[in-house]
């Protein structure tokens, strides 16, 4: 089914080289088919991550993918076409898209397609203007606690907490029953973290010994499981503050990378987009007031700013408006 508004060309963000952020400029580009198994999607909005970057340089290119290459594998919207054989959405949803695979270009352009297992109806809770920029760091943040496996009313310690999948984590783990240790970053880092429910907010830019000593009050047996948003020797320290069997999980891409010492273990994880993660994110989404907390947002003609900001430090996530 197609809605009858659709054109066939659309403004896109994309690049025909590899290299800074520069090298993205907007054009127009013919809007692309779908196969049975997709859906064409018209872009609300679109998630800007670190993940884009690779992409943009060349590190990361989805397969398939050929010039002029229209990054973005976050986006929401609502379904402008479905194939014959897509049965989870239909024609005027909205919905949002983690999709890593995308040899028809990403969601930074009007008009994206998708597989439909990488495509889901948009939870109660989320706005489509915001949801753009939820799909992969809350898929990743979501395997992270799969990977540790943790019952509920165990301590888990984010560390990385007030970044773009820190913050989804923060309020994931709290809907599993979990107990949440936040380290943030700064005075700001640590009010979101606060706001978002954490048990005990910290600031990983302070004295580490004073830190560890409010973990340590907090969970007198240390904490069950860190999930580690970032690496490097604040980790390496936090790590003291394990209880005995728990283990450190990070994503990844996390530079540098946790390593394993003697009684911690260390498992690296990748988010997975299917519809049976998709539909627990939604059941755990729709649990609870939820937020996806935008840094700033840029329109589709401010594309190169949006990934020089990417290089600066922010709370929670950058965003794309495209219409």
Excluded: C
Aim: net charge negative; charged share 20%.
């Amino acid at each position: 089914m197609v809605d009858g508004d659709v054109p066939e060309r659309m403004q896109a963000a994309a690049f025909d080289e590899f290299g800074g952020p520069e090298v993205i400029t907007l054009r127009i580009l013919p809007v692309p088919e779908i196969a049975d198994d997709e859906v064409l999607i018209k872009v609300w909005s679109a998630g800007v991550g670190v993940w884009d970057a690779y992409e943009r340089q060349g590190t990361l290119v989805p397969e398939g993918a050929a010039f002029p290459i229209v990054p973005g594998p976050d986006g929401a919207g609502t379904v402008a076409a479905a194939g014959s054989q897509v049965t989870n959405v239909a024609v005027g949803d909205l919905v949002y898209v983690s999709a890593n695979s995308r040899p028809k270009g990403g969601f930074y352009a009007e008009y994206a397609v998708a597989k439909a297992q990488y495509v889901a109806k948009l939870p109660e809770g989320v706005s489509v203007e915001h949801a753009g920029a939820m799909p992969t760091d809350a898929l990743t943040a979501l395997a992270g606690l799969d990977a540790l496996s943790l019952s509920a009313g165990a301590w888990l310690l984010i560390f990385g907490a007030s970044g773009g999948q820190g913050h989804l984590a923060v309020q994931l783990a709290k809907r599993q029953g979990l107990n949440v240790i936040a380290v943030a970053s700064g005075s700001d880092g640590v009010a979101l973290v606060t706001r978002l429910g954490a048990d005990v907010s910290l600031d990983g830019h302070g004295d580490l010994t004073q830190v560890l000593a409010r973990i340590r009050e907090a969970a007198p047996g240390g904490a069950d499981g860190i999930l580690a948003m970032a690496g490097g020797k604040t980790l390496d320290r936090l790590t003291e503050a394990l209880s005995d069997g728990g283990v450190v999980a990070y994503p990844h891409g996390v530079q540098p990378e946790p390593s394993e010492r003697p009684g911690v273990p260390v498992r690296a994880y990748d988010g997975a987009a299917n519809l049976r993660q998709l539909q627990r994110l939604n059941e755990l989404i729709e649990a609870a007031p939820f937020e996806v907390h935008v840094a700033e947002t840029f329109p589709l003609g401010k594309v190169v700013e949006a990934h020089r900001r990417l290089q600066t430090s922010y709370q929670g996530k950058l965003l794309l408006k495209v219409s």
